[in-house]
């Protein structure tokens, strides 16, 4: 079975601050899929990022960034000079690669408040 | 935008009666899955279909049925509603290629149901 932690319930920052967001998974096929998805409150889950289990690099992008290590099972998310706009609700997501295992498994969610 | 439809946005309904809520996936894209999202449950798989066939199941109770048509647009009825049937379902879609690099579902905005 495959499953996902996102251990914080709630993170609060000011404004500007860096702010990490923890993302734990088991599952036991050996090519798998990741991913962040975003729910502002306006309720619609955005798609962030997908990394394949087959490839470790690190990825980038703008303000955001994420850190996939497979020896701990994880993909942890980075939000640089974090702004208002980015508080929301932060999901990661698991899902297997074979016929028939492409649903997406989801945390519980991490939500993100940013003080002005 | 993602490119996935959902209709309606809101549906208040009373115990017992009978919904249908519609999806239309982004043009191209072969695959058609249905979440829940709820207070207690958090993010769930329902069902999935592919092509106009059901490929995979989850959570879903037997009052709950799904089909996906012809022009690949889907349905989700849900019928002897209860309380705790009110959440908030997302419909999403992907290109289906099993296991390919570029699969990524892209969720609608959602219907949020209640039932009172």
């Known amino acids: 079975a495959q499953k996902v932690t996102q251990a914080q319930t709630e993170i609060s920052v000011v404004e500007k601050e860096d702010v990490t967001l923890d993302c734990v998974y088991e599952?036991?096929?050996?090519?798998?899929?990741l991913f962040w998805y975003k729910q502002p409150p306006s309720g619609e889950l955005v798609f962030l990022i997908r990394r394949n289990s087959f490839d470790e690099q690190n990825e980038i992008s703008g303000r955001y960034s994420w850190n996939f290590q497979k020896s701990t099972s994880s993909f942890n998310f980075t939000i640089t000079a974090s702004q208002v706009v980015d508080s929301a609700v932060y999901f990661c997501a698991l899902r297997g690669a074979n016929f028939g295992n492409e649903k997406l498994t989801f945390g519980t969610g991490t939500r993100l408040t940013i003080i002005p | 935008d993602s490119g996935v439809t959902q209709t309606p946005k809101h549906l208040i309904t009373a115990t017992g009666q009978r919904v249908t809520l519609r999806c239309s996936p982004r043009?191209?894209?072969?695959?058609v899955y249905w979440y829940q999202q709820s207070l207690d449950q958090g993010l769930q798989f329902l069902i999935q279909y592919y092509n106009g066939e059901e490929r995979a199941k989850g959570n879903i109770l037997e009052r709950f049925s799904a089909q996906q048509f012809p022009d690949l647009h889907s349905e989700l009825n849900l019928s002897s509603l209860e309380l705790g049937d009110s959440a908030l379902y997302f419909c999403a879609s992907s290109v289906g290629t099993s296991g390919g690099p570029t699969d990524t579902q892209y969720f609608g905005p959602g219907t949020r149901l209640t039932v009172l």
């Open positions: 043009s191209g894209d072969l695959s």
């Open positions: 599952t036991r096929d050996t090519t798998y899929y």
